[in-house]
């Protein structure tokens, strides 16, 4: 079973919708999280960055943690298909054992005007 | 344009071969990692390098190897090349050793091996 778990889709929803994309984890040393948007053929983009549990807002992007059921999810409001990606996952911790971010294996968006 | 610059950005070789991949981590940045990217794997951890000193290592293999030089740019050697190291290799960079605030990943360089 590997460490961080994430549907890989795609999921295709029409302009406009709300997208809820999520990643759930095993280890529970995990304090930072992390979101990245990878367009075909780029490197990932970071996007949204929390710390614990608790709700970060960016604009259009909500990041949500909640450690105790070691789940993460990221929200896009008004969905555009500029959005179309491969969204990513990534966390990390000091007690992790690790010393580089571990990552999900993406879900891909598609937004359908 | 991240400030991650990684050359060549696509490489064709033959099996046996041994390659050269290079990144340049952003201004100020110390620290660099390398990841591999498979259509089945994902994003694997390769090794990290912090201020010319080797960090971490992941899932790298022997016949990989890598270094980060005084002017902080990175190489990664990849040698004995194999059909299943086909993928996409990724530089990113940090301004510390730790991962804990993320980083910046170049575009990538994407290595075709025939």
Redesign the interface.
């Known amino acids: 079973q590997k460490e961080v778990e994430q549907d890989p889709g795609p999921l295709s929803v029409p302009e406009g919708a709300i997208v809820s994309l999520n990643c759930t984890y095993s280890n529970s040393a995990f304090q930072y999280f992390m979101w990245y948007r990878q367009y075909s053929r780029k490197g990932p983009e970071l996007l949204m960055y929390t710390y614990s549990s608790g709700n970060k807002e960016d604009g259009r992007f909500t990041a949500q943690v909640d450690k105790s059921s070691k789940y993460i999810s990221l929200f896009i409001r008004d969905s555009q298909p500029s959005d179309s990606a491969t969204y990513l996952c990534a966390m990390s911790g000091e007690d992790t054992g690790r010393r580089a971010l571990t990552f999900g294996s993406g879900t891909r968006l598609q937004v359908q005007p | 344009d991240?400030g991650?610059t990684q050359t060549p950005k696509h490489l064709i070789t033959a099996t046996g071969q041994r390659v050269t991949l290079r990144c340049s981590p952003r201004s100020g940045d110390l620290s660099v990692?390398w990841y591999q990217q498979s259509l089945d794997q994902?994003?694997q951890?390769l090794i990290?390098y912090y201020n010319g000193e080797e960090?971490?290592k992941?899932n790298i293999l022997e016949r990989f190897s890598a270094q980060q030089f005084p002017d902080l740019h990175s190489e990664l050697n990849l040698s004995s090349l194999e059909l299943g190291d086909s993928a996409?290799y990724?530089c990113?960079s940090s301004v510390t050793?730790?991962?804990?605030?993320?980083?910046?990943?170049?575009?990538?360089t994407?290595l075709t091996v025939v």
């Open positions: 991240s991650v990692y994902g994003l951890f990290q960090r971490a992941g996409l990724f990113a050793g730790e991962p804990n605030y993320g980083y910046t990943f170049g575009s990538g994407r």
